[in-house]
């Protein structure tokens, strides 16, 4: 089946350091990618909806200069945290929904503590 | 916001049916209903989704009433690997999938 994957799982970074998390269909083009972030015992957030060649849309209250998001190709979409602080450290997940009635397929999740 | 609203808990015994609520009031007609799971924070597991008619695949059935204001998630037979939480998601017709506080399912001995 359809399959999104996400990398890094995990990553530690620094105080003011930025870090890519990489989203990529495989075998099937994404035309839309989800952004979520979720903290420790609480629900997922949407964050932002890339769309292949166009920019992001933003959920309210996110900010977009900190949260880079680009979705260059029909298989590739990044989210770049810039600047990075310890409250943003968190789970990140991207999300694709190929077709009407299919269902959403999760990348794996990334892991970002900031120290 | 979400558009669904769930318990926040449920217990639920080895081998008996897990039956979980969703609430989704003002879900409109062409909205589908999605199932999903969450296991220590991985990425969300699919269970199955629906739009008017009661669905079935070898994880789960999904219940949804005539009205659409509400379904049911049943696991027809848990077994401790089931505990999870689990989220009922209306995917908007803008595609969003909104996760709403999901219900936190513990299967038990």
């Known amino acids: 089946g359809a399959v999104v994957s996400q990398h890094p799982s995990w990553v530690i970074c620094k105080s003011g350091t930025s870090v890519k998390i990489e989203c990529r269909s495989l075998d099937f083009q994404a035309t839309t990618m989800f952004w979520y972030r979720q903290f420790p015992k609480q629900s997922l957030m949407l964050m932002a909806t890339?769309?292949?060649?166009?920019?992001?849309?933003?959920e309210q209250g996110v900010e977009k200069d900190k949260f880079l998001i680009n979705h260059a190709s029909l298989t590739l979409s990044t989210l770049t945290v810039t600047s990075a602080h310890p409250e943003d450290s968190s789970f990140y997940i991207c999300a694709t929904i190929p077709g009407q009635n299919t269902e959403a397929f999760f990348g794996q999740g990334t892991r970002l503590t900031v120290v | 916001d979400a558009k669904t609203t769930q318990p926040p808990s449920m217990d639920c015994a080895e081998g008996r049916a897990a039956n979980l609520p969703c609430n989704h009031s003002?879900?409109?007609?062409?909205?589908?209903v999605y199932w999903y799971r969450q296991i220590h924070s991985q990425g969300p597991q699919y269970i199955i989704h629906?739009?008017?008619n009661n669905e079935t695949n070898e994880m789960a059935s999904l219940i949804i009433t005539e009205d659409r204001k509400s379904s049911t998630l049943i696991l027809p037979h848990a077994t401790l690997r089931d505990t999870a939480v689990y989220y009922c998601i209306v995917r908007e017709n803008t595609d969003k999938l909104i996760f709403g506080t999901g219900t936190r399912l513990q299967v038990f001995p």
């Open positions: 890339s769309n292949e060649g166009s920019k992001a849309t933003y």
């Open positions: 003002t879900i409109s007609g062409n909205e589908y």
């Open positions: 629906g739009l008017k």
